[in-house]
């Protein structure tokens, strides 16, 4: 049985899929979101700042994020596909 069959035939496969594209659009949309008000919002408060310590916030923020949330996603699918 090739894999895009095995994906078919088992709930626990789709489920889990469909979390994953769900954790890719999200981190996708949380990027463009962050690229978009990050340096404006950043600009206006903290003129002072030198931008390279700006995009390491950035940088930071999203490294921390977008792993939680993949775990949490990952996680809850296992649980779910267990019952």
Known sequence: MNLL??????????IFLSYLIVIV?????????AE??????????????DSMMVRTTRGRA???GSPAASVTSVSMSVVLTKR
């Open 5 to 14: 069959g095995a994906v078919r035939s088992r709930l626990g496969w789709k």
């Open 25 to 33: 659009v999200g981190v996708v949309v949380l990027a463009m979101a």
């Open 36 to 49: 978009l008000a990050v340096p404006t919002s950043f600009d206006r408060h903290l003129a002072g700042m």
């Open 62 to 64: 999203a490294s921390y």
